[in-house]
């Protein structure tokens, strides 16, 4: 089972996916390729693997990512080959895509639950947007606006107002979703 967080930047998808993936051992954190810059805090694979544009455009070219997108200037993605031996091990795979590439998967893919992290508030996402130090708030507040209205798209909408709640909530979906799942083997 394939569970996907998406939400804006700056809602807390990466905090919640990291406590997520660390308390329970089913659970493991599937990471995305990107051509960004690595953040303070980050290493390679947790929770990103980092590669150049031009190792990433080559992936395109031979057909070797389930899913990507270019995402305020940069390229994310999801490597095929890497998921699907994951899926077939039995685990849970708890990814970090945004809205579009969400749409891509889903098709692509069986057993996938999705899941949409909102702020409490718009304010609230300026905040934390600020205070990692973004330099690009309006660009991400643009984006934020449609990730909003493709949020409808989403199995489940969860608000991150306070962490450890929003935790719980979704471990309690991924919980009801795995059962259900194995219920119908």
């Given amino acids: 089972m394939l569970v996907i967080l998406s939400g804006s930047s700056g809602v807390g998808k990466n905090t919640v996916i990291n406590k997520i993936s660390k308390e329970n051992s089913n659970i493991e954190l599937m990471p995305t390729m990107t051509t960004r810059e690595m953040r303070p805090g980050e290493e390679p694979g ?9 190792e990433f455009e080559q992936m395109i070219k031979n ?23 994951k899926l077939k091990s039995g685990k849970v795979l708890i990814k970090d895509i945004d809205v579009d590439g969400t749409q891509v998967l889903v098709k692509k893919l069986p057993k996938v639950v999705t899941i949409f992290i909102k702020p409490a508030s718009k304010e609230q996402l300026i905040e934390r947007l600020k205070s990692r130090g973004e330099t690009r708030i309006e660009t991400r507040i643009a984006r934020y606006e449609y990730e909003e209205e493709m949020s409808k798209n989403y199995q489940y909408i969860v608000i991150n107002d306070k962490l450890e709640e929003a935790v719980a909530e979704i471990k309690n979906i991924i919980d009801k979703e795995y059962k259900k799942l194995n219920s119908q083997n």
């Fill in 46 to 54: 947790k929770p990103y693997t980092f590669v150049t544009k031009e």
């Fill in 63 to 85: 057909e070797e990512l389930l899913e990507y997108q270019i995402v305020h200037g940069y390229y994310y993605g999801t490597p095929k080959k890497v998921v699907e031996e």
